[in-house]
């Protein structure tokens, strides 16, 4: 089945203390993304990735870095992560811009 | 700057009635333009998609939407809403300068009455 998955699902962390949220798709799609998801302000795009080693930034990219060493793979970083950043995450995978993306099913982190 | 503005934050309609969301952008290059919609707890499901051609485009679950370049709009339409719509949909925009930026509106929530 075509799909992004991206792990996990629920996470609870403390202040400080760095995660990784992984992202990854079977469509070999060329660019992959990351939002925030927050009541009232829609999604925001973190960083996208249009291909390998190919990274740019969306509106918010403080406080998080991507890597994108494999086609398949778009992990999320949050080395020192904050409470402002607790969030319901989209990662999202597209064959091209025209295309829009396809979304996984979103982690939701809490930062206490 | 680029934006998408979804001026209804709620939006609520009887079963069987139509429906349309409204959808302003603004954007310096030819646009992408996308519908998307969230059902509670769940991911985003891509509604449909306008980047050239015909400007009535056609979805899935029977919606469609109209381009308006006059107007810089991309409202969503619905001619009859079943329960099953009730939902939150959000508006989209990119460009193919732009690589993999796609901006996303603030979202209208949809509930439907009996």
């Known amino acids: 089945e075509a799909q992004v998955t991206q792990n996990p699902r629920y996470l609870i962390t403390v202040t400080g203390k760095k995660l990784t949220v992984t992202c990854s798709q079977n469509m070999n799609h060329e660019y992959m993304s990351w939002y925030r998801q927050d009541p009232g302000l829609g999604l925001r795009q973190i960083y996208y990735s249009m291909n390998v080693e190919v990274t740019d930034k969306g509106d918010v990219p403080e406080g998080y870095k991507v890597s994108r060493k494999e086609k398949r793979n778009f992990p999320l970083i949050l080395e020192s992560p904050s409470p402002n950043q607790t969030s319901l995450y989209f990662c999202?995978?597209?064959?091209?811009?025209?295309?829009?993306?396809?979304f996984g099913s979103g982690t939701r982190l809490t930062v206490v | 700057a680029q934006s998408v503005t979804q001026p209804d934050i709620h939006i609520t309609v009887s079963e069987g009635a139509s429906l349309e969301l409204r959808c302003n952008y603004s954007y310096g290059a030819t646009p992408y333009l996308f519908w998307y919609v969230q059902s509670p707890g769940q991911g985003l499901q891509l509604l449909l998609k306008y980047f050239s051609g015909d400007t009535l485009v056609q979805g899935i679950k029977g919606f469609e939407a109209e381009f308006k370049r006059s107007q810089s709009s991309f409202n969503l339409r619905k001619p009859s809403v079943h329960w099953s719509d009730a939902a939150e949909y959000f508006c989209?925009?990119?460009?193919?300068?732009?690589?993999?930026?796609?901006?996303f509106g603030q979202g209208t929530e949809l509930s439907v009455k009996p």
């Open positions: 999202a995978s597209s064959f091209r811009t025209g295309q829009g993306y396809t």
């Open positions: 989209a925009v990119g460009a193919d300068n732009q690589g993999g930026k796609l901006i």
